[in-house]
């Protein structure tokens, strides 16, 4: 390589570090912990959501169905915000997902208890979650991340939209149990999935 191409070569280099830094730079400090602050609130919100669930008139609640839907709105918003200004975050990284699992979880235990949710699918969520990171704590070697693939992303989506569904509608209502199937089952390949690339990371 010569001089001018090396040059231009650590040009190209800088350049991509330069618009980065100005990436971030761009953003204002205090809009940099909003995807954080987004995580937090939807934290916060699941003790209001546990509340205004047990209120509820055999799990049919319009008001929790609002703040369910508020934190499913929130999940995607934290996440592309964090990657758009390139922010992220370790906080992030392990409060984000879960957040989700706690919200998502507490919604089906409560929609079991009030008979609007079939024992199968409380059984496989809770126990996808539970294997999920009990085995991600056992075959994934240290310091390995999990990389939310899209058929992860749909699956949450579909879940949100199914359970949100089933929370402002009454037992008699079919099609938002059909949104709650597919999501189901597509969280548990995703959660295969990431079992399975984790494992093999270990394996190296």
Do not use: C
Request: glycine share 10%.
């Amino acid at each position: 390589m010569g001089i001018n191409e090396a040059r231009q070569a650590e040009g190209l280099g800088h350049g991509r570090i330069l618009s980065t830094l100005m990436a971030t730079r761009a953003v204002p400090a205090t809009l940099q912990q909003l995807p954080n602050a987004l995580t937090i609130a939807r934290l916060a919100l699941i003790p209001v959501f546990v509340v205004l669930m047990l209120t509820a008139d055999g799990g049919h609640s319009w008001p929790a169905g609002i703040v369910f839907g508020v934190a499913g709105v929130t999940d995607q918003i934290d996440g592309f915000l964090a990657r758009r200004w390139q922010v992220e975050s370790d906080f992030g990284r392990i409060f984000d997902p879960l957040a989700d699992r706690l919200m998502i979880d507490a919604a089906v235990i409560l929609l079991f208890v009030q008979d609007h949710m079939p024992w199968l699918g409380l059984v496989v969520i809770i126990g996808r979650d539970l294997l999920l990171l009990a085995g991600y704590k056992t075959i994934a070697p240290p310091g390995y991340q999990v990389n939310v693939n899209f058929l992860g992303k749909a699956a949450t989506w579909l879940l949100y939209a199914g359970i949100g569904f089933l929370i402002v509608t009454h037992r008699s209502t079919d099609w938002p149990y059909w949104i709650f199937w597919t999501g189901l089952v597509l969280a548990v390949i995703a959660g295969l999935i990431y079992g399975l690339t984790a494992w093999r990371e270990g394996k190296r």
